[in-house]
């Protein structure tokens, strides 16, 4: 259900890859999960008292997420990102955005 957004979780852990590759491929991510079904429009709102969380916090919150807050969360990001570029970028370098790729796998396992 969620293999074409969790295909991105090898590429965003690959600390090889240029950050003009990195920002080809989070392009490519964010049009993909807005096209997937799973985008909440209202993401930032979803996300409620996590939306003033920090890096680590969430990071550490996506070990027990369900798939709906992850993706209310990715939805956040993903909508942020078109006001304040490279907040996706900045969330795929400090590890959140893969943890919660990660834990999508893990629970369509």
């Given at each position: 259900m969620y293999e074409k957004i969790t295909s991105y979780l090898d590429f965003f852990e690959n600390s090889?890859?240029?950050e003009a590759e990195l920002n080809e491929k989070i392009k490519q991510f964010s049009d993909d999960f807005m096209q997937s079904g799973f985008m909440?429009?209202?993401?930032?709102e979803?996300?409620?008292?996590?939306?003033?969380?920090?890096k680590s916090q969430l990071?550490?919150?996506?070990?027990?997420?369900?798939a709906e807050e992850?993706?209310?969360?990715l939805s956040a990001f993903v909508q942020q990102d078109a006001?304040?570029?490279?907040?996706?970028?900045?969330l795929v370098q400090q590890g959140?955005?893969?943890?919660?790729?990660?834990?999508l796998k893990e629970l369509e396992a």
């Open positions: 090889a890859v240029s909440n429009p209202n993401g930032m979803a996300m409620g008292e996590r939306v003033m969380a920090g990071k550490n919150d996506a070990l027990t997420m369900s992850i993706c209310n969360c006001f304040i570029p490279g907040i996706v970028l900045d959140v955005v893969p943890q919660m790729l990660k834990r």
